[in-house]
């Protein structure tokens, strides 16, 4: 009987998608949660007039001010939060060769 291994019928909400252009890209940081963790930065993204924080190990994202960019989010009573290893450069097929 393997498989699934939720309880009830109850069905998992969607994840939400975002694409747009990244208008401003603020990054705060090094964090230390607790020993042992790796330094964390919170990064405070605005697309398309919406805000969204990502948090991340990396110093760097692979993304600028300009580019257009696709991520899955959660909303949450502190704002919108970006899912960890989803945030990427938007490609556009027709420009694409």
């Known amino acids: 009987m393997a498989g699934g291994f939720r309880r009830g019928k109850r069905q998992r909400t969607p994840k939400l998608e975002a694409r747009g252009e990244l208008q401003s890209l603020e990054r705060e940081g090094p964090f230390k949660e607790w020993?042992?963790?790796?330094?964390?930065?919170?990064?405070?993204?605005?697309?398309?007039g919406e805000a969204y924080s990502y948090q991340t190990e990396e110093a760097e994202l692979g993304v600028a001010v300009g580019d257009r960019v696709v991520f899955r989010?959660?909303?949450t009573k502190a704002g919108n939060w970006v899912?960890?290893?989803s945030l990427a450069k938007a490609i556009d097929p027709s420009s694409y060769q």
């Open 35 to 48: 020993l042992g963790m790796p330094d964390l930065y919170r990064f405070h993204l605005v697309v398309d």
């Open 73 to 75: 989010y959660k909303e």
């Open 83 to 85: 899912d960890r290893n």
